[in-house]
């Protein structure tokens, strides 16, 4: 078992090293052609760009909870009443409100289970969604920019400040692995 550990880590810091050495490393964690069909063709660009609605007008929780969470029909419905209630998308949304049914959206972004993510010390730490999430507000379907590997959450943590226990500011990668896997 403790050998298995160890192998691990080797592995870790192959691939850690393998990060820093490389200098133009984001790129290789794009990943843009991935963007499901959803069951309401329902677009950020129209949303967020074009009407210039605030991401957290939607994602109430992203600053207070761990998840960030997709909004309730009923946020939809504030609009949609009267809001393009003729189009075909508009009728589907209608009907899983007056079924009180949850839109069956299909997750985008979903990081292993064992890895501990929470968003609100992201957004607290003044962090823009779109240095993990990508010009959502231009985007007709949410694609996923980033595969949630280590190295990509490693490469951020070692450039950035983060809080520690104490509440003191530091710089620089001081991360443990318990602080991530669970
Ligand atoms: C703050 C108001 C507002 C909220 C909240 C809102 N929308 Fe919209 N929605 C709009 C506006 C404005 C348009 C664009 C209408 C236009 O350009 O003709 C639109 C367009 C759409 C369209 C395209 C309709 C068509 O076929 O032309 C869909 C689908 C849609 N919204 C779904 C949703 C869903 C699902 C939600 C909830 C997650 C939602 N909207 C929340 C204002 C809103
Ligand atoms: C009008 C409501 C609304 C606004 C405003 C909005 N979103 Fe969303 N968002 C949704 C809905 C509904 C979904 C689920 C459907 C989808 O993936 O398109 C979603 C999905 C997402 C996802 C993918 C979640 C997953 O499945 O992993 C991300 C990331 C996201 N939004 C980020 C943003 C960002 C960043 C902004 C601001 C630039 C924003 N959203 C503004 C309603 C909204
Ligand atoms: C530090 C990177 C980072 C930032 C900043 C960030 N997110 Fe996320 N987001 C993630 C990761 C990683 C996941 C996958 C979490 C999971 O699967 O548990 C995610 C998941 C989501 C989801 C899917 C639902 C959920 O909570 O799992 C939505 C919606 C979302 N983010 C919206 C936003 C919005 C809106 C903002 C800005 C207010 C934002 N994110 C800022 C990394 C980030
Ligand atoms: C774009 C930069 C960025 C990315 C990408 C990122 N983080 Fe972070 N993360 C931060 C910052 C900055 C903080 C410090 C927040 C603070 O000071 O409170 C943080 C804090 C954390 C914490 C809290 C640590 C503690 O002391 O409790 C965890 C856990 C965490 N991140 C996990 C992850 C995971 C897992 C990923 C990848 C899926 C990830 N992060 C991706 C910037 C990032
Ligand atoms: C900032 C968050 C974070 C920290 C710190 C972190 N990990 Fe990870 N680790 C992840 C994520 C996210 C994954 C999931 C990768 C995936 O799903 O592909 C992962 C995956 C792994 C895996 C599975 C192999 C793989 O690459 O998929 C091993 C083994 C591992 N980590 C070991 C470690 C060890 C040992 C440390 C301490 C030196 C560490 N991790 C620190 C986020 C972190």
């Not at 403790?2 to 490389?22: K, S, W």
């Not at 946020?75 to 589907?92: A, F, L, N, Q, T």
């Amino acid at each position: 078992m403790q050998r298995i550990f160890l192998g691990a880590i080797v592995v870790v810091i192959a691939i850690t090293a393998g990060v820093t050495g490389a200098k133009n490393i984001s790129s290789k964690y794009i990943f843009s052609e991935i963007a499901p069909t959803q069951p309401i063709n329902f677009s950020h660009k129209i949303h967020a760009g074009d009407n210039k609605i605030a991401c957290q007008f939607c994602h109430i929780y992203a600053r207070r909870s761990k998840v960030s969470g997709v909004p309730p029909v009923q946020r939809c419905m504030g609009c949609h009443k009267v809001e393009r209630v003729d189009s075909p998308e508009i009728k589907k949304l209608t009907s899983y409100w007056i079924n009180k049914k949850p839109i069956p959206w299909i997750k985008v972004y979903d990081v292993a289970d064992y890895i501990y993510f929470p968003h609100n010390r992201h957004i607290k730490a003044g962090l823009r969604c779109q240095e993990c999430h990508g010009p959502v507000e231009t985007m007709a379907k949410v694609r996923k920019e980033n595969e949630l590997v280590m190295g990509w959450c490693l490469e951020c943590h070692r450039n950035r400040e983060f809080t520690g226990p104490d509440g003191i500011k530091r710089s620089g990668p001081k991360w443990d692995c318990w602080d991530c896997h669970i």
